[in-house]
């Protein structure tokens, strides 16, 4: 059973990243770079935490955490789509807005610098069948896991399947010719970077349930790795979910390894070397998609 | 959906102070192709933009079927069976055919879900109704040119269009493309489409439109059917006088050869073999004119030649000097000019002024500066000579180069580049987009450096640049040299035909074409 173990441990940390990589793919596609996931994360998962902490609900908490994506992806696109600031800047403001005030919020609301108090996680989905199977019984009765499964084949059916989903990878590509088509471009920007916020919201309220607190920066930098997930996955939500899982078993492989002579420093780098062998193409050929980082100005 | 009877009426359009329209009046009565033509600046783009609703003009009205409209957004022209071809198209490389063609008015199942079925069924539909060939389901980025073309055209049609209006459209087309464009044209305008084609090659409106109006300086110059002009009364109105003939070249046995290619293999950004085994020598009071359909390695083997890029096999001699994987400085020592073409990206820096730009890539000289100083206002002072010289406007060394008009940049270029003593000129498009009096300029200028005994390499997509100037011509297709000839013993057509591959290599006489004029591009 070890192997099925580690494979639940894998997938298992794997969740968050894939779900803050998918909501990228949806945002990056159509033109928005969203290097803002870090904040949009560390936002999700104290807003986990207040809701939750506040009504015992933790529903409530995930409700928050999506409301908390929300307005902070709609920060982001408020700033890069009409007023066409650059995106990348704008997103590092993001998540430097999102480190210091999630620890003003964590001292003036629960007197601590450092973490929150216990809080509820969310409770089992136990499917007749499937919560005994040996093994992997526990991780498909965890209902983020579950739904994140699911995410994965909605969000790329949305991307390549609907009418939706065309309109937004032209507008990624080719801005000016969806607009010559009466295709308002920045509706959808709006849109994708706003579906960005609610997944990586939902990321965040994953990380706080699993762990039943909020600590300081407890994303530690899992958004950027998701950034990097979805490079890897070409932009493709399934091709992001599935460099997520294999960055996921690395670092599972790093936490069973920890104590041995092998340096797991080895390990926690994987996920940034192969990174850096899609973008010089080893990896088939990552390709952006053309717009992508490129405010669209009507004018010019 | 009937053709409309479109009318522009009495249309202005102001920007800031510069008049782009002044009173236009246009007649578009359906099934007619009507060319506007007119110099670069002469206000084609701002009126169809007008009739297009990109741009709202300040006076005038629209007139569709004797009612007056305002046209908004691009949408309420489409709405009333307008529609456009963009110069640059205006196509998502990704998608597909299909996918291009229906975007913004998909087939839908339920649920907005695509029904990519249906939408490539009822554009092979449409392409099979207008004879417009090409397959649904191929990615933009695998398509031709000319097959990119017809989808743009699909898309017109698709929205209901029966008036289109075509920018330019066979400034990227090679002859063979152009003559299907305009059997398309014609079958469109037999089903009662309207057509405006702006174009400045007047040669085209003779072979294809029946009425014709001459833009200058934003008025109408003039309009008439295109049976009772010709073709030099349309370049007089829109130049505002006679063009004068290029002066006849003097026939002289070229020298010594100063740029020589020994088997020169050049990869693309892919690292693809883009220019295979080529060799040719420029020699001494020489053009040699290198035809091709654009990216069939011309791009590569100038960046090649310029320095830029090293080549992966093979030498490149400059007056001699063995300067193959050397820098782009050691080429221009050995004596080489360069006149990209791309004027904005490696010809000039448009934030600099127009002194800064006449020095780039001289500041080691002892007269342009001292170790990091430039010389400051002897700079200037050297440069208005030059700039009156080469007849830049506005002349003033502290102007930016940005700032001017596409043609006054070719011609600061030309005046950095054609008065450092070089002894071989690399000219890569150097007249693309530039109006009619810059071209003219540029074209004198290169002759009168052949005669002086310098070796000049012109790379053109235009074919009769190409045939008024060269020497000597060479055919570039799929990286090789497939072709040699002169300009006495061959025409578009033939060296068409060697550009797309598609000549045997006897050269046989080709069948007389029928019907109509061959349209060529230019005036001379």
């Known amino acids: 059973m070890d192997v099925l173990l580690f494979a639940a441990a894998a997938v298992r940390i794997s969740v968050p990243y894939a779900l803050a990589a998918m909501g990228a793919s949806l945002s990056e596609r159509g033109g928005v770079v969203c290097i803002a996931l870090e904040g949009l994360m560390l936002n999700g998962a104290l807003a986990y935490t207040l809701g939750a902490h506040a009504t015992q609900n933790p529903w409530i908490g995930v409700l928050c955490a999506l409301l908390a994506g929300l307005a902070t992806a709609w920060l982001h696109a408020e700033a890069t789509v009409r007023f066409r600031a650059d995106q990348i800047t704008t997103g590092l403001g993001i998540n430097l807005l999102a480190a210091g005030l999630t620890r003003f919020v964590l001292v003036r609301v629960f007197h601590s610098s450092s973490n929150s108090p216990r809080v509820p996680g969310l409770p089992e989905w136990r499917i007749p069948g499937v919560a005994d199977l040996p093994g992997v019984g526990e991780l498909l009765s965890s209902p983020l896991v579950l739904i994140t499964l699911a995410l994965v084949v909605l969000v790329h059916g949305l991307l390549f399947r609907t009418v939706f989903g065309l309109r937004l990878r032209s507008i990624g590509e080719r801005p000016e010719a969806a607009a010559t088509l009466g295709i308002s471009v920045a509706r959808y920007r709006f849109a994708g970077v706003l579906l960005c916020g609610l997944m990586a919201g939902l990321a965040g309220a994953y990380l706080s349930s699993e762990q039943h607190s909020f600590t300081d920066g407890m994303t530690g930098g899992r958004g950027y790795i998701a950034l990097a997930a979805m490079i890897v996955g070409k932009w493709n939500p399934v091709g992001a979910a599935a460099a997520c899982l294999l960055f996921g078993a690395a670092e599972a492989l790093q936490i069973k390894l920890q104590g041995s002579a092998f340096p797991s420093e080895l390990l926690q780098a994987l996920p940034y070397v192969i990174t850096m062998l899609a973008l010089a193409g080893f990896i088939g050929r990552a390709v952006a998609p053309r717009a992508v980082g490129t405010p669209y100005d009507p004018e010019s | ?524």
């Not at chain 2, 990615?139 to 209901?160: D, F, N, P, T, W």
């Not at chain 2, 405006?196 to 934003?218: D, M, N, P, Q, Y």
């Not at chain 2, 990216?295 to 001699?320: D, F, K, M, S, T």
């Open chain 2, 1 to 524: 959906m009937s053709t409309p009877h479109v009318t522009l009426r009495g249309i202005t359009r102001r920007f800031g102070a510069l008049v782009a329209n002044d009173r236009v009046t246009l007649e578009l009565p359906p099934g007619e192709i009507h060319a506007l033509v007119g110099e670069n600046g002469a206000g084609k783009s701002t009126l169809m933009k007008v009739l297009f609703g990109l741009l709202q003009p300040d006076e005038g009205e629209i007139v569709v079927d004797g009612r007056n409209v305002r046209f908004a957004d691009p949408q309420a022209a489409m709405r009333h069976g307008l529609g456009m071809v963009h110069q640059h198209f205006m196509l998502v490389d990704t998608l597909t055919v299909a996918e291009n063609v229906t975007l913004g008015r998909e087939t839908q199942a339920r649920f907005g879900l695509l029904a990519p079925g249906d939408a490539e069924r009822e554009v092979a539909a449409l392409a099979e109704r207008h004879r417009l060939p090409v397959d649904p389901k191929a990615r933009i980025s695998q398509l031709s040119v000319g097959a990119q073309q017809r989808v743009e055209i699909l898309k017109a049609l698709y929205r209901g269009a029966r008036v289109l209006i075509l920018d330019e459209p066979t400034a990227v087309l090679t002859p063979q493309e152009v003559d299907e464009l305009f059997a398309v044209l014609r079958a469109l305008v037999a089903e009662g489409v309207s057509i405006v084609l702006i174009t400045h090659k007047l040669a085209e409106v003779k072979a294809l439109a029946s009425r014709v109006t001459v833009l200058r300086g934003g008025k109408v110059a003039g309009s008439a059917m295109v049976a009772d002009t010709s073709i030099e009364r349309m370049a007089e109105l829109m130049v505002g006088h006679v063009p004068a003939p290029l002066t006849e070249r003097s026939h002289r046995a070229p020298g010594a050869p100063l740029l020589e290619v020994q088997g020169l293999e050049v990869r693309d950004a892919r690292h693809l073999p883009a220019v295979r085994d080529v060799s040719f020598a420029v020699r001494s009071g020489e053009i040699v004119g290198i035809a091709g359909v654009e990216g069939n390695g011309q791009h590569e083997l100038i960046e090649c030649l310029a320095g830029l890029c090293p080549p992966a096999r093979g030498a490149v001699r400059i007056a001699g000097v063995a300067v193959s994987g050397h820098s782009a400085r050691e080429h221009r020592a050995a004596g080489l000019a360069h006149i990209p073409s791309d004027r904005l990206h490696r010809g000039l820096v448009p934030d600099m002024s127009l002194a800064e730009n006449l020095v780039l890539g001289l500041q080691r000289r002892p007269d342009i500066g001292t170790g990091p100083w430039l010389g400051g206002h002897t700079l200037e002072d050297a440069s208005r000579a030059r700039l009156q010289e080469y007849d830049v406007r506005p002349p003033d060394p502290r102007a930016f180069a940005g700032r001017l008009s596409g043609g006054n940049q070719q011609k600061l270029i030309a005046a950095r580049e054609l008065t450092q003593g070089a002894k071989a000129i690399l000219a890569a498009h150097p007249t693309r987009g530039v109006d009619l009096g810059a071209i003219d300029f540029i074209h004198r200028r290169l002759l009168a450096e052949r005669d002086a005994g310098r070796a000049v390499l012109l790379v053109s997509s235009e074919l009769s640049e190409i045939l008024a100037l060269s020497d000597r011509i060479l055919v570039l297709y799929e990286g090789r040299i497939v072709h040699e000839t002169t300009p006495a013993a061959t025409d578009e057509r033939t060296l068409g035909l060697h550009m797309t591959g598609r000549a045997s290599h006897t050269d046989a006489p080709l069948p007389p074409r029928n019907g109509t004029p061959h349209a060529s591009g230019g005036l001379a």
